[in-house]
DNA sequence: TAGATTGTTAATCGATTAACAATC
DNA sequence: TAGATTGTTAATCGATTAACAATC
């Protein structure tokens, strides 16, 4: 029955079926590159440029996206655009979320000041740290707030996202206070490994990673 | 022939045959927690916990190992820092790899001085910026150095991988230029879409496709 | 028309998952 | 001994790849 009532519930708001967690991620990578192909001038795209900037292939995106309907045209390509606003439908992110910083430092200033994030509708609506030399400081379109507003801030500016700028020590305790103020979706930019309930999404930066997997391949 | 040239050349060097993409990816990742967790003082772990840190499959990470020896103890789970020598020996990167940062801005500064690529083995032994005024100025263990230079340091040093910590306006020229130094492996952190040879790697860093993919999932 | 690229199928390959004996 | 976790197998699922007709 409450199996019933769930399907019943999909039916009701939206007639597709929930995505697998594979193709929300690519979807998600091919709207990135959409978004910084437009900012370029593009307007045409074809799924054999778009598998060299996601090393997707191509086949693959264009099984992806003719699931939900046939968005390209033979010979020519997909429309820039159009395909943005098609994929924003199917992920149905196509909102602007509020990001909630912490740690005004030099990483901190770095991802303010970057258009990364509002490209996609991400707004940084407040950003936190604890040095209070820094307090009131401008940075990105806001203002540097004390931790210890954290709370109430989080709550007035329907914050659903936070984005850790913070030395590795000190991430695992601002974890578990954006955790305890309702936010669900974190991305770490500490190399700090982070404890958090199942239900929320850690996402950890890890370029050290891709570098040895990259050097792997390019040693003889 | 030239197929059974290869096969003498593998035999030659080293028993092992070349891993597929995804387990040295996934190789990768297990040695960056270990590595996180070895400085947290962390002795030993299991491979659910490596599991909960890196969202592979337990099963597929106690697989991907097996497949080389056996490294745990069953009851107990992995001893980290003989792990970690092992998937170091696996992957052959056990030495020492410079890196040229380009940019010396907020986000350069901020890479300088972490410690992600320090803890794998990558030193920073170049940094270069355009701006007259940062020339000189000290980052990391280093000082800025003219971008002019930037063939003759990277000979000197023995650089082999690039950080692109620069505006997306600046990132395709400085990655031209950079494979035009023989150069064939950068971590982008840039929005820029960059174009490159098919011999070279190219790693965007890309939070915002994260953060949308983890969006998609944590929407009702 | 000729060339290019999508949409789609079928075959292969690799990842995921469940299960469990072995053993610390 | 009891509990925990590895090493390993088998079954299922999803991704990759090649191929090509449709059509812009």
Same mark, same amino acid.
């Given at each position: ?110 991802? =303010?000041?970057? #258009? @990364?994030? *509002?490209?996609?509708?991400?707004? !940084? %609506? ?7 030399? /820094? +307090? ?25 996202? =936070?984005?850790? #700028? @913070?030395? *590795?020590?000190?991430?695992?305790? !601002? %974890? ?7 936010? /669900? +979706? ?35």
């Amino acid at each position: 029955m409450s199996i019933g009532t769930r399907y019943n519930e999909y039916a009701a708001g939206t007639p597709t079926e929930r995505l697998s967690v594979g193709v929300a991620a690519r979807l998600s990578r091919y709207l990135q590159v959409l978004t910084q192909a437009s900012k370029m001038g593009r307007d045409r795209i074809s799924s054999q440029e778009i598998a060299e900037f996601t090393n997707v292939n191509a086949t693959q995106i264009r099984r992806d996206l003719s699931g939900f309907g046939k968005f390209g045209k033979r010979g020519v390509g997909y429309d820039v655009s159009l395909l943005i606003g098609e994929i924003r439908k199917i992920l149905r992110t196509q909102g602007q979320y509020n990001i909630a910083l912490f740690g005004a430092g030099r990483l901190g200033q770095a991802v =303010a000041s970057s #258009a @990364v994030f *509002a490209d996609h509708g991400f707004t !940084v %609506a407040a950003v936190f740290d604890v040095d209070p030399a /820094r +307090i009131g400081e401008p940075i990105g379109s806001t203002r540097v707030s004390p931790y210890g507003e954290l709370a109430p801030l989080v709550e007035e500016h329907s914050i659903t996202i =936070a984005v850790l #700028a @913070v030395p *590795a020590l000190a991430a695992q305790r !601002v %974890a578990d206070d954006v955790v305890a103020c309702g936010i /669900r +979706i974190m991305f770490n930019y500490s190399e700090a490994l982070i404890q958090a309930p199942a239900d929320v999404t850690v996402h950890t930066s890890n370029p050290a990673a891709e570098l040895l997997h990259a050097l792997y391949f390019s040693l003889a």
